[in-house]
């Protein structure tokens, strides 16, 4: 059974940090480009940063440049989100996709990919 769990998420106040991470089981990460998204509260999922099998074609929003971070552990099988200088903004849940298409310019999950359940990430004061 392909699964992937997201961990790390929680409340923290604007300037804080959290890493999340996104393990995955039934299935190797290092076969697939991995994508960390995020849905706020009535707005549509966005792509919030993805890295390609060798590291490379890594995608980040202009939003969150200079303060997250993507990075992958293929012996873990895990793949990380670090997320500095948070702001209220970035509240939302966060989901870890498998199998996503991504270029420097955009970020986009394939069909057939999977999904984590997704995480909370609340900053406010």
């Known amino acids: 059974q392909l699964q992937l769990v997201e961990s790390g998420g929680g409340v923290v106040q604007p300037g804080e940090s959290l890493k999340l991470s996104c393990v995955a089981s039934?299935?190797?990460?290092?076969?697939?480009?991995i994508g960390w998204f995020r849905q706020a509260p009535g707005k549509n999922r966005q792509a919030v940063s993805c890295?390609?099998?060798?590291?490379?074609?890594?995608y980040t929003l202009d939003s969150v440049k200079g303060r997250f971070t993507i990075s992958r552990d293929n012996s873990e099988n895990t793949v990380y989100l670090q997320m500095d200088s948070l702001k209220p903004e970035d509240t939302a849940v966060y989901y870890c996709?498998?199998?996503?298409?991504?270029?420097?310019?955009?970020?986009?999950?394939?069909?057939?990919?999977?999904w984590g359940q997704g995480i909370q990430v609340t900053v406010s004061s």
């Open positions: 039934g299935f190797s990460l290092d076969h697939y480009a």
């Open positions: 996709a498998a199998d996503v298409y991504t270029l420097h310019v955009m970020c986009v999950p394939k069909p057939e990919g999977s």
């Open positions: 890295i390609g099998t060798d590291d490379d074609n890594t």
